[in-house]
């Protein structure tokens, strides 16, 4: 089956204890990316790759690391995490641009 | 830096009734545009996309929306709502030219009322 697989799916940690959430997408998509979802703010992207060994900045990348080695997997690091981090995160992957993105079933991150 | 407003964020109709959910972007040249759903503790599911073939799009579940660049808006609707549609709904668009930034709305959560 087509999917982006995260993992976890729920994380509670403490402030400043380093994590990563996986990312991984079984479709050779190009494209990948990281969104936070926020009540009353919508998604926003975290970081966004084109290819891989190619990554830029979304909207709001301040706090986060990514890497792009394999094609398939796009984690996301918290190298210091904070509460202002509480969020539910989102992967994605697009083959193109106007194809429109396939979601990850999200991971709740709460930072005590 | 593109911005896409969706006006409504809680909007409630009967079940049977015209769902009508409004978005407008501030790009000027056409971008490519989406509408996403997200049922409760799910992730987003893409309902529909606009890319420049024709201004009307269909999509899953009997939604519809329609690209109109004179009024840069993509409102989507579905003739008779379903109890099953309620969720919260999001629209999205991209540059053609901006990589793969992908830019949302801030959503419109949808109440199906029996």
């Known amino acids: 089956e087509a999917q982006v697989t995260q993992n976890p799916r729920y994380l509670i940690t403490v402030t400043g204890k380093k994590l990563t959430v996986t990312c991984s997408q079984n479709?050779?998509?190009?494209?990948m990316s990281w969104y936070r979802q926020d009540p009353g703010l919508g998604l926003r992207q975290i970081y966004y790759s084109m290819n891989v060994e190619v990554t830029d900045k979304g909207d709001v990348p301040e706090g986060y690391k990514v890497s792009r080695k394999e094609k398939r997997n796009f984690p996301l690091i918290l190298e210091s995490p904070s509460p202002n981090q509480t969020s539910l995160y989102f992967c994605?992957?697009?083959?193109?641009?106007?194809?429109?993105?396939?979601f990850g079933s999200g991971t709740r991150l709460t930072v005590v | 830096a593109q911005s896409v407003t969706q006006l409504g964020s809680h909007v409630s109709v009967s079940e049977g009734a015209l769902v009508l959910l409004r978005c407008n972007y501030s790009?000027?040249?056409?971008?490519?545009l989406f509408w996403y759903v997200q049922y409760p503790n799910q992730g987003l599911q893409l309902l529909l996309k606009?890319?420049?073939?024709?201004?009307l799009v269909k999509g899953i579940n009997g939604f519809e929306a329609e690209f109109k660049k004179s009024e840069t808006s993509f409102h989507l609707t579905k003739p008779s709502a379903h109890m099953s549609d309620a969720a919260e709904y999001f629209c999205?668009?991209?540059?053609?030219?901006?990589?793969?930034?992908?830019?949302f709305g801030g959503g419109t959560r949808l109440m199906v009322k029996p």
């Open positions: 606009y890319t420049s073939a024709a201004t």
């Open positions: 999205a668009v991209s540059d053609r030219d901006a990589g793969n930034m992908l830019t």
């Open positions: 479709m050779n998509h190009e494209y």
């Open positions: 994605a992957s697009s083959l193109h641009q106007g194809l429109g993105y396939t």
């Open positions: 790009s000027s040249v056409p971008p490519y």
